[in-house]
């Protein structure tokens, strides 16, 4: 994983429509950058719709939401129509970003060990720095305090971490 204050590894990926989306071109903008294993599958899909959700409050904060993933532009494409989602995904078939951004690791599954991605999410400030980080997320997280049982809901830390940078 990527330390806080550390410059942003460049890339340059195709997104759903297969055109090419690159970190320097977003430089003076905020970038939620937000790593998932895979397109269709319960805990993606209910990340990307909470981005999807939330994206006018990010966007209203100067922040563009970026998902990457490994599937293809097409596949990113049909998931995003199936599920109506309005945020951006790029696709690293090779995984060279991932790697870049250290989530793309070894896991461990009923035993089995293989690589893969972890779901991980960076905000990247406008100078191209890595102001925060989110490591092995859960998308949405049962707690309880004071036997009051809530809900955390990784979208909305983001949101507020990102305000919380903004406002100093």
């Known amino acids: 994983m990527l330390e ?6 460049d890339f340059c990926l195709q997104n759903q429509d297969e055109v ?3 970190l320097r071109d977003l430089r003076g903008k ?3 950058l937000y790593f998932y294993p895979k397109d269709n599958t319960p805990g993606c899909t209910t990340e990307a719709r909470d ?16 998902g990457v993933s490994a599937d293809s532009p097409k596949t990113h494409r049909n998931f995003i129509a199936k599920h109506d989602l309005k945020i951006t995904l790029l696709s690293d078939p ?4 991932m790697e870049n951004y250290g989530v793309w690791r070894l896991k461990k599954n009923y035993g089995k060990e293989y690589m893969g991605i972890v779901r991980s999410t960076y905000i990247i400030d406008p100078e191209g720095k890595v102001a925060a980080v ?7 997280q049962k707690r309880s305090k004071n036997k009051v049982k ?19």
């Open 51 to 66: 981005f999807t959700e939330h994206l006018p409050d990010f966007e209203g904060l100067d922040a563009v939401v970026l």
């Open 20 to 22: 090419e989306i690159c």
């Open 134 to 140: 989110w490591d092995n997320v859960k998308v949405r």
């Open 94 to 97: 090779d995984h060279e970003m």
């Open 30 to 32: 905020w970038v939620v």
């Open 150 to 168: 809530y809900e955390v809901v990784h979208v909305e830390e983001v949101k507020k971490r990102l305000e919380e940078l903004q406002n100093g």
């Open 4 to 9: 806080v204050g550390t410059k942003a590894p």
